[in-house]
């Protein structure tokens, strides 16, 4: 039964740039949500997507946008980087998008903006 | 003040001790919480759930929730050097899709 898959590992981005990562819910999964993880930091929430739309957000800007397909997968896409945006970017699945559904995390896509 | 505190440690026991984690909360409104265990270079992987107030076990694992004083705990028997590793506590309500997360503690277990 495969966990939520993440890619790619690992990515090196320049200032001003723009990246996509991209997430695969564990089996039997219909929710994905993502967060983002500074060093030494708990994750923080970006935001859910549900049945291909983006049901809440966190406080981010503009420049994170994401999308979910049919097929349940998602990307996340950032736009013109800073450096504060390196980090571990965290994608994470439930089932059904209840309140309380327990989230299932992928290892991650770590990010580096030079 | 931030929503969710936890005390980065890093907390070193040796092995088979006993080990406390634990976590304050400002907001009453949180009715679930849980705790996740990070490796390094992995990500969170959830270990107890609980809904409420109240006593959970699992395993060597055990998780309280007090809401009257806002305190949660994860207590560890018998620690190994395989439990090594940042713990997460993470809180939410019945209105968000969000859940906020602590800082997380760093445990090192000593053979």
């Known amino acids: 039964d495969a966990g939520v898959t993440q890619s790619p590992t690992h990515l090196i981005k320049t200032r001003g740039q723009q990246v996509t990562l991209r997430c695969s819910p564990k089996?039997?999964?219909?929710?994905v949500s993502w967060y983002q993880q500074a060093l030494g930091q708990g994750p923080q929430f970006i935001f859910q997507?549900?049945?291909?739309?983006?049901?809440q957000r966190g406080n981010f800007p503009d420049r994170f946008s994401g999308h979910q397909f049919p097929n349940y997968s998602s990307e996340l896409n950032v736009n013109a980087l800073l450096l504060g945006d390196s980090a571990l970017y965290l994608c994470?699945?439930?089932?059904?998008?209840?309140?309380?559904?327990?989230?299932?995390f992928g290892n991650g896509t770590r990010l580096t903006v030079t | 003040q931030k929503e969710v505190e936890q005390d980065p440690g890093p907390l070193s026991v040796p092995e088979g001790a006993i080990v406390s984690l634990n976590c304050t909360y400002s907001?009453?409104?949180?009715?679930?919480f849980m705790w996740y265990r990070q490796y390094s270079r992995k990500g969170p992987e959830l270990l107890m759930y609980?809904?409420?107030?109240g006593n959970k076990e699992d395993g060597r694992f055990t998780a309280q929730v007090d809401k009257s004083s806002k305190y949660i705990s994860l207590f560890i028997r018998d620690s190994q050097p395989s439990d090594s590793a940042t713990y997460l506590c993470a809180t939410g309500m019945d209105s968000s899709y969000k859940l906020i997360f602590g800082s997380g503690t760093r445990l090192l277990v000593r053979p």
């Open positions: 997507y549900y049945e291909e739309e983006e049901r």
């Open positions: 994470a699945s439930s089932l059904d998008g209840a309140y309380n559904s327990p989230l299932h």
């Open positions: 907001n009453s409104a949180f009715q679930y």
């Open positions: 609980t809904y409420s107030s």
């Open positions: 089996s039997g999964h219909d929710t």
